[in-house]
Structure formats: C-alpha cells, structure tokens
C-alpha cells in the first residue's frame, strides 16, 4: 500500500533547502567583503650613506688638477663606517676632480688584479632580507660590471650576478637584494670561489660588510675599470653580537 508524506512536511522540507542555499550564496559575498586589504610594501630605511672625501696630508699621486691616492680610512665621510680593501689593496684609489665641482669617488681603474673595496657599520650588522636595496652612483667603462659584494655575519663571503655596466656619463641605478643571485667569492684573490653551483637562498639577515668588485684588474688611467662616487644601503640596522669567529670562507 503506497505511503503518503504530508503535504506539510515536503514544504518544510523545500524550506529549509532553500534557506540553506541562500545562506550558502549569500557567504562569497561576506568572505569577499572581509578580505583584508593589500598590504603596503614595506621599505627598509637608509642603513648607510658614503659619499667620500681626500684625505689631506698624503702624496698626491696623479696630477694637482686631480689628485688621487690609495683609500684609506680618512676618505671615509661617514663617522659610522669602516673601509676595507681585499686583493689589490694599493689600486684602489680616491680621486677629487678640482675642475668639476669637486666630485670626489673611488675607481679600480689602478688595480693590478682583482680588488674589492667594502664598508663596514662600526656598530651594526644591517637585514638584507626583503626589500633592501644597493643604490650607487656609478661611471663605469669597458666591459667591466661592477657587482655586490657581502660578508655575511658568519664570515662567508658572497658575489651577486646582478651588476651595473658601461656607461658614457655618471649614472644612478640601484640593485634589490631580493632579485639577486649569489656565488661563493675567495676574498684573498677577489675570484669566484671553487665549484660551479648557485648559493641558494642565503641568510642575508645579518651581513656584517657591504661592498663591490669588478672582478677584473684595471686598465690604467683613461682605461676600462669602475668609478663610484657614492653608494647607498637600505636595510635593517641588526646590533653586532660579539664573536670568536673570525675566519673568512670563500
């Protein structure tokens, strides 16, 4: 004998299947409304500034129109900051133009091999993660690129494969880490290190030295090599924690 369902019953049934499907459209909507608002980029501040300067008191060794000698701590404008040199460490060289406005900057073209030329905060070691940024002022000749350097807070040291070329008047251009792929570099020679494979993904969280290198020796006065009047780096100030590591990896 067939069963009848109440009349009813089908229509509580169909009821609540339609509340059901207009609660269930209706929740896109609301998890769309609630969605949280793009974040803005967060841009890390100046870490460091270096502008140069000629020391005075030294033999000039070029001409009195453009006197230059090697770098040393004196052309060092920011107090904060300390100035090393690896492989060549007589060519690297500080020039002032007295003819064009006195525009001070250091250059490889002297360098007799391979020469790097880094900074170091006196007091910090700087957050390269993120958004941090190299920005330099550069005339650069030849086929020579000049590519940035780090030592991180354990000592390794790092070459990036982005680089700044050639150009036929002072440019400004700018290099984010985040975009940067890195190889071991030997610091003592200014090479790149043994084997043939990319760091990947690299603490830059504390990087104790920033700096750059062409890879290359230079090519004399009036020759190929690199010239930087100032250098810009943005990133995070980390407090230096002492340390008892003092060896260099390359």
Not at 56 to 84: K, M, R, W, Y
Not at 128 to 153: C, D, M, N
Not at 217 to 246: F, L, M, Q
């Amino acid at each position: 004998m067939p069963r009848f369902i109440p009349a009813a019953s089908v229509l509580g049934l169909l009821s609540l299947c339609l509340a059901g499907s207009n609660w269930l459209a209706g929740e896109p909507a609301r998890a769309a409304g609630q969605q949280a608002a793009p974040q803005k980029l967060q841009y890390p501040p100046l870490f460091f500034r270096e502008d140069w300067t000629l020391a005075s008191g030294l033999p000039n060794t070029n001409t009195p129109q453009e006197p230059e000698h090697t770098i040393v701590q004196g052309d060092v404008a920011n107090p904060n900051l300390e100035v090393h040199l690896y492989g060549d460490k007589v060519g690297p060289v500080t020039v002032k133009q007295t003819y064009n406005d006195d525009i001070t900057y250091v250059m490889t073209l002297l360098c007799t091999s391979s020469c790097a030329i880094t900074l170091r905060d006196k007091n910090n070691d700087v957050d390269l993660t993120g958004l941090a940024t190299i920005r330099w002022r550069t005339k650069i000749s030849g086929f020579h690129q000049l590519h940035p350097i780090v030592k991180l807070a354990d000592g390794t040291w790092l070459v990036g494969d982005h680089a700044t070329g050639y150009s036929t008047d002072w440019v400004e251009s700018q290099i984010q880490m985040v975009d940067v792929r890195w190889r071991n570099l030997n610091i003592e020679n200014v090479i790149e290190g043994r084997g043939d494979n990319w760091v990947e993904r690299p603490n830059l969280s504390r990087v104790e030295e920033v700096g750059f290198t062409d890879l290359m020796r230079g090519g004399g006065h009036g020759a190929p090599g690199s010239r930087i009047d100032w250098i810009e780096v943005y990133g995070k100030p980390v407090p230096r924690v002492a340390s008892g590591n003092t060896s260099s990896r390359r």
